[in-house]
């Protein structure tokens, strides 16, 4: 499967605050959890990258509490 790096980082793209790799289980949708707890509160870009296709995608986390 496609190698998937998901990175999650301030709005100002500051070194990422949480990393996580994951190898795709094909090309069906896929739940993947992340450990959020010791993330602050705050607006944030969750990134997932592909490493084999190097397609992107992008989308805004805000985080209440």
Do not use: C, F, Y
């Amino acid at each position: 499967g496609d190698r998937l790096v998901i990175t999650l980082q301030d709005m100002r793209g500051s070194a990422p605050v949480l990393r996580n790799e994951q190898v795709a289980a094909g090309k069906t949708t896929q739940l993947i959890k992340l450990q959020t707890g010791h993330i602050p509160t705050g607006t944030w870009i969750l990134k997932v990258e592909n490493k084999t296709s190097h397609r992107v995608a992008t989308s805004k986390v805000i985080r209440l509490q």
